[in-house]
């Protein structure tokens, strides 16, 4: 399989606040360094740099007053006279009554940020844009004659929306791609999310639509992050209503729960029939991540790897979570490979 990779990742560096302590984030470059370094290792295939996209994919999903207040803020911040990482502190609350958009930077990142874990320094938005682009060029490799490709991204994306960040997600890399394809000769894309945590934005840019069908397994909402979104009845609105399924589950769940919510989600990827197959890949859901609570162990990555290779669909993996530094490249190969050992299909 094909990996798309580019180090300037390395751009996106910055602190998160943890327990009232501002320390490096969870998101760290060393992340994709373990996982580059075991894709190596097994020789999964081909590592290609990405292609530079205008922004045109992405203002195909994101409000393009929320791209500029990205492209702006840090230096808006600068000029304020700040020192340190930009975090939110005011939020548009339920109990206050206005939906407009302050024109003070204060009111700005409450405005567009969802959570106060994702702090925006220097090189936020360039990363950010670089790992769309990422996840495009694996895309894009469906329509030149490859049936799978591994877009090595970070910062991840499936908590971003139409126009907020948060999650440690500022561009959703995942629905880009998704939009791409269907202006690219897809009628109906399925988007797979295996992260821990739900993808509330990539749910949240789709609900109302039927052209793509968004599955998630996930920590109930009751107790997991982001604790707003990802309840089962949340099943689409309008035309998408049907077309949205979340598995939540208990905090604790071990592999043989996950993969019965798995095989569920399995069947109603092969009843809508998609052309395509996008997989928010995320490894925390892992025994040892340390923010996260299910308990899958490294073999069980392989054991759903094949499964979802079963499905015989042209296929994207884009990188989301996992935090469990030492183990994520293992964990992330194993899906990977054993999706290629057994993987064949007929071409997009
Ligand atoms: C991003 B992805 C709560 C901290 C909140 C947010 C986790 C974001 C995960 N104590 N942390 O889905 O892996
Ligand atoms: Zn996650």
Redesign the pocket.
């Known amino acids: 399989m094909l990996t798309v990779y580019s180090n300037t990742h390395h751009l996106r560096n910055a602190t998160?606040l943890?327990?009232g302590q501002i320390v490096p984030s969870?998101?760290r470059p060393e992340r994709a360094e373990f996982i580059l370094e075991q894709v190596k290792c097994v020789k999964l295939g081909n590592i290609i740099k990405p292609a530079k996209f205008d922004l045109k994919p992405t203002l195909a999903i994101h409000d393009s007053a929320y791209i500029t207040f990205l492209q702006t803020c840090w230096d808006e911040w600068l000029a304020q006279g700040n020192k340190g990482d930009l975090f939110p502190f005011i939020w548009p609350s339920r109990t206050m009554p206005s939906k407009r958009i302050p024109k003070h930077l204060d009111g700005k990142i409450g405005y567009y940020c969802l959570?106060s874990?994702t702090s925006i320094n220097a090189g936020t938005w360039a990363a950010a844009k670089l790992s769309a682009d990422v996840a495009l060029t694996a895309t894009q490799q469906l329509t030149t004659g490859n049936n799978s490709a591994f877009a090595l991204c970070r910062p991840?994306g499936?908590?971003a929306t139409n126009d907020a960040y948060g999650?440690?997600?500022f561009l959703n890399n995942v629905a880009i791609s998704a939009q791409w394809l269907l202006d690219n000769g897809a009628s109906r894309v399925s988007i797979l999310d295996v992260?821990?945590?739900h993808?509330n934005g990539t749910q949240s840019i789709f609900y109302d639509r039927d052209d793509v069908q968004f599955l998630s397994l996930h920590g109930q909402p009751e107790q997991c992050?982001?604790h707003f979104s990802g309840y089962a009845d949340e099943r689409g609105e309008g035309a998408g209503l049907g077309y949205n399924f979340n598995y939540p589950l208990a905090p604790s769940t071990d592999y043989k729960t996950w993969q019965q919510a798995l095989d569920q989600a399995l069947e109603e990827i092969v009843n809508y029939s998609p052309d395509v197959l996008l997989v928010s890949l995320?490894v925390?859901t892992y025994e040892n991540d340390p923010?996260?609570s299910f308990k899958l162990q490294s073999d069980d990555f392989k054991t759903y790897g094949s499964k979802i290779s079963s499905l015989s669909l042209p296929t994207v993996f884009i990188l989301?979570?996992?935090?469990a530094v030492e183990e994520i490249g293992l964990n992330t190969v194993n899906v990977l490979s054993s999706f290629e050992k057994s993987h064949s299909c007929k071409g997009f």
């Open positions: 998160e943890v327990g969870y998101e959570s874990d991840p499936h908590h999650g440690y997600c992260d821990f945590h993808g992050f982001p995320g925390d923010i996260s989301e979570g996992g935090y």
